[in-house]
T-cell receptor, first 114, second 111 residues
Framework: DTGVSQDPRHKITKRGQNVTFRCDPI?????LYWYRQTLGQGPEFLTY????????KSRLLSDRFSAERPKGSFSTLEIQRTEQGDSAMYLC????????????FGEGSRLTVL | TQLLEQSPQFLSIQEGENLTVYCNSS?????LQWYRQEPGEGPVLLVT?????EVKKLKRLTFQFGDARKDSSLHITAAQPGDTGLYLC???????????FGQGTELSVKP
């Protein structure tokens, strides 16, 4: 158990619809990360939070993507007007306490856009 | 832009064989991690290395961090079918920012 829960595990949607993913770390850790991963590739950084502050957002993200962490605990990632290219695994991770950047991932949310 | 290049991208071997996976960059990292991922699951942390030249062992797995902290290797001795999975290296720069991942090495160990 990595102490990170993600919901839903699987989401199938039609192109143009909005989707939202939720990430719940076991406790309020300082840093929480979102990554996107396509089949057979490494995770690609999307954004990360320190407490409720969004410190960095990837330039790869279009304006259709938004993430929040309103109270510094759980986080949501919303994708508006989904496109087929958004189909991927969306991974959330909490950073460990060792200050070496160790990440503990949830099981991911698999998005399929038809 | 920091990049981590892993090689090989795919590796299919027989049970009992040894293998080495490489992770290379032109950038210096303050720390580097190795993760293993199974289909449909998130990556799971195997090890963290922080000192140039550091060697860590985890049962049949040996991890090494390059002297200049730009590269790393993972060596598996006597591979087992249970070692099958996607192996990912990931590095963090000296500014303490985000973790950058390599593209992964897909390992298949056949009985």
């Amino acid at each position: 158990d990595t102490g990170v829960s993600q919901d839903p595990r699987h989401k199938i949607t039609k192109r143009g619809q909005n989707v939202t993913f939720r990430c719940d770390p076991i406790s309020e850790h300082n840093r929480l990360y979102w990554y996107r991963q396509t089949l057979g590739q490494g995770p690609e950084f999307l954004t990360y939070f320190q407490n409720e502050a969004q410190l960095e957002k990837s330039r790869l993200l279009s304006d259709r993507f938004s993430a929040e962490r309103p109270k510094g605990s759980f986080s949501t990632l919303e994708i508006q007007r989904t496109e087929q290219g958004d189909s991927a695994m969306y991974l959330c991770a909490r950073e460990g306490l060792s200050n070496t950047g160790e990440l503990f991932f949830g099981e991911g949310s698999r998005l399929t856009v038809l | 832009t920091q990049l981590l290049e892993q090689s090989p991208q795919f590796l299919s071997i027989q049970e009992g064989e040894n293998l080495t996976v490489y992770c290379n960059s032109s950038s210096v990292f303050s720390s580097l991690q190795w993760y293993r991922q199974e289909p449909g699951e998130g990556p799971v942390l195997l090890v963290t290395v922080v000192t140039g030249g550091e060697v860590k062992k985890l049962k049949r797995l040996t991890f090494q961090f390059g002297d200049a902290r730009k590269d790393s290797s993972l060596h598996i001795t006597a591979a087992q079918p249970g070692d099958t999975g996607l192996y990912l290296c990931a590095g963090r720069n000296n500014q303490g920012g985000k973790l950058i991942f390599g593209q992964g090495t897909e390992l298949s160990v056949k009985p």
